[in-house]
């Protein structure tokens, strides 16, 4: 099993940026999937942007869509997420998960999941 591990979180003022990484043990190939999820008190695991690297087609929330970017480094094996104008509602655990086939923003249908990185958002 695919092995993921965020990093990159921390503490931003409202309005700034940060950027999270997620590194795989091994290459992502062509027919998988991923994702990043955020989870916040009270609230379900919300899918905030994915990608199929076999085409490279993005999906993201509509919550994020203009401010949140997804890419990848191949060589490197890593996921990252730009996050930019962030929110007070941007604060929450962040999670990085993949799984086969194409993309959708459906926690239940990851298989591998990373332990989370924490994003916190003052004013």
């Known amino acids: 099993q695919v092995q993921l591990v965020e990093s990159g979180g921390g503490s931003v003022q409202a309005g700034g940026s940060l950027r999270l990484s997620c590194e795989a043990s091994?290459?992502?190939?062509?027919?998988?999937?991923m994702a990043w999820f955020r989870q916040s008190p009270g609230k379900g695991r919300e899918g905030v942007a994915g990608?199929?690297?076999?085409?490279?087609?993005?999906v993201y929330a509509d919550s994020v869509k203009g401010r949140f970017t997804i890419s990848q480094d191949n060589d490197k094996n890593t996921l990252y997420q730009q996050l930019n104008s962030m929110k007070a509602e941007d604060a929450a655990m962040y999670f990085c998960?993949?799984?086969?086939?194409?993309?959708?923003?459906?926690?239940?249908?990851?298989?591998?999941w990373g332990q989370g990185s924490e994003v916190t958002v003052s004013s």
């Open positions: 990608t199929y690297f076999g085409n490279g087609s993005t």
């Open positions: 998960a993949a799984k086969s086939g194409g993309v959708f923003l459906g926690a239940r249908y990851y298989t591998s």
């Open positions: 091994g290459f992502i190939h062509r027919s998988n999937s």
